[in-house]
């Protein structure tokens, strides 16, 4: 019998992603496993916890990966923070905003819901004005919309945000790829994913939890309805000095985890940064090149998610499928009311380099010749 992970093909990943993985991050995966309450591990954790603060730029005690993907991240900021009947506002332009409506509405919210046109960026005038008219227990936003590629006003949102509200920012596709400053930003959850920017398979979901967030959560007083993704539990695990057993962490993808974190930290953030802004401006000088337009105003567009409208005539999913086929890239297609629309081009991390972004263009010129 064919052994069929032996022949996996290497696709180089350019859609929305997962990312390319660096050589260092498999290795790091393909170290021996050890027990999750060996002492050894507990001082990857402890790393990992470090680590996480620096790239999200924030002094948080709560800040640990969930054992989960970004959705799995999205509910941990929502299960823990929410209590049936609270006024949730959510700010949505995509997919992963109307997510995040459905994710606050199953747990009871009363969901408030300000939609704006999708590869547009939220308005912050109209935001305050409904922050103005009603009490908020929680505004959420996604700050990468990664459906549309759009970066939305997390400064400026978080600037609004007074008194008890918790501000929850969705940064799945911005960490790693741009500047994501929790504190600064008043920011009280936030929550990202291994497989975007920084370049780990998909499988954790770092988060973080402001001082003022924890204290509702801890005070609560029905229990979080949820006990896997319950951070009271899960910072007895992650924390202090004697660890209670929980869930067995995926001891291989922190490995991963931690390699990923240290590659970003090694190359340091402002050049990681330079460097996904630059792949950003080589690809979409080389898609204009090509007769393609961006589907996102200049000032608006993420470095690691590009948008590009579909030229009238062109066979979207035929194009797809042939770069899959021949030329190995995976791209992405729209999602939601952008399928057919668009195509979406990642340069998460690893894959942020002029090597790929060369091949992508040399591939796309013989597909639209
Ligand atoms: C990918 C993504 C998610 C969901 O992450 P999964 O790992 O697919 O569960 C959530 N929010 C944003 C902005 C994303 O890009």
Redo the contacts with the bound molecule.
């Keep these: 019998m064919a052994n069929l992970v032996n022949e996996v093909p290497s696709i180089m990943l350019m859609g929305?992603?997962p990312s390319c993985v660096a050589p260092e991050t498999y290795k790091a995966m393909s170290m021996p496993t050890i027990g999750h309450m060996d002492p050894y591990f507990i001082k990857i954790m402890d790393s990992i916890k470090s680590g996480l603060r620096q790239l999200m730029e924030t002094d948080n005690n709560v800040t640990v990966p969930i054992s989960g993907?970004?959705?799995?991240g999205?509910e941990t900021a929502f299960v823990n923070s929410i209590v049936k009947g609270d006024k949730v506002l959510v700010l949505v332009n995509g997919v992963?905003g109307k997510?995040m409506v459905d994710v606050a509405q199953r747990l009871g919210a009363d969901v408030t819901e300000i939609e704006f046109p999708w590869g547009t960026p939220v308005d912050v005038d109209n935001v305050k004005l409904e922050i103005e008219k009603q009490d908020f227990k929680i505004v959420a936003m996604?700050h990468?919309?990664?459906s549309t590629g759009v970066r939305n006003p997390a400064a400026e949102i978080g600037e609004l945000i007074k008194g008890d509200t918790l501000y929850i920012l969705?940064c799945?596709?911005s960490l790693g790829g741009i500047p994501v400053k929790a504190d600064e930003w008043g920011v009280d959850i936030l929550y990202s994913?291994s497989?975007?920017c920084l370049s780990c398979p998909?499988g954790v979901?770092p988060v973080t939890l402001s001082e003022k967030a924890m204290a509702k959560v801890s005070t609560r007083q029905a229990k979080v309805p949820n006990w896997y993704l319950d951070i009271n539990l899960l910072t007895s695990y992650w924390g202090g000095n004697s660890r209670v057993y929980h869930h067995t962490a995926p001891i291989n993808m922190m490995y991963a985890l931690y390699q990923a974190i240290t590659l970003v930290l090694e190359e340091e953030v402002e050049n990681v940064f330079a460097r996904h802004q630059a792949m950003h401006e080589k690809l979409v000088a080389g898609l204009e090149e090509l007769g393609l337009e961006m589907h996102v105003a200049k000032p608006f567009r993420l470095p690691m998610l590009n948008n590009v409208k579909i030229p009238d005539g062109l066979d979207e999913a035929a194009l797809r499928s042939r770069l899959l086929n021949e030329f190995k890239i995976e791209i992405g297609a729209g999602l939601g009311p952008l399928a057919g629309k668009v195509l979406r081009f990642g340069l998460m991390g690893h894959t942020a380099r002029p090597e790929n972004v060369d091949r992508l263009l040399s591939a796309l010129k013989v597909c639209l010749a």
Excluded: L
Aim: charged share 20%; aromatic share 4%; no cysteine.
């Design positions: 929305p992603g993907t970004g959705s799995a999205m992963f997510r996604v990468a919309e990664t969705d799945v596709t994913g497989q975007k998909p979901a």
